[in-house]
């Protein structure tokens, strides 16, 4: 079983910045694709950014490439979601994701998932 815990939320000024971390835990965790999803009232989760196993592989959603920075520490067990010049439109729950994805964009492809951490960009 793997457990995830995600931190580091909060309300930030328009142009700040903000890192999420999620600690995971399981034998596993360095053999699990590791993805940051969010989420607004009434609207389908989003992909944000995801990770492969060996950090080889890293993808993000066009709404964040260039100011979201995804990466992981293996030897921690947990990886992080640097957010920079955030925006408004970056308001939402994120939440951290683990699992074998082959479509790494999808969530349903993820069956461990935290609980969530509250991110409030004011303009």
């Known amino acids: 079983q793997v457990e995830l815990a995600e931190s580091g939320g909060g309300l930030v000024q328009a142009g700040g910045s903000l890192r999420v971390s999620c600690a995971t835990s399981g034998s596993t965790i360095n053999l699990l694709g590791l993805a940051w999803f969010r989420q607004v009232p009434g609207k389908e989760r989003e992909f944000v950014s995801y990770?492969?196993?060996?950090?080889?592989?890293?993808y993000y959603a066009d709404s964040v490439k260039g100011r979201f920075t995804i990466s992981r520490d293996n030897a921690k067990n947990t990886w992080y979601l640097q957010l920079n010049n955030l925006k408004p439109e970056d308001t939402a729950v994120y939440y951290c994701?683990?699992?074998?994805?082959?479509?790494?964009?999808?969530?349903?492809?993820?069956?461990?998932w935290g609980q969530g951490t509250q991110v409030t960009v004011s303009s």
């Open positions: 994701a683990a699992g074998w994805p082959t479509q790494w964009a999808s969530a349903d492809q993820y069956p461990y």
């Open positions: 990770i492969n196993w060996s950090g080889s592989n890293i």
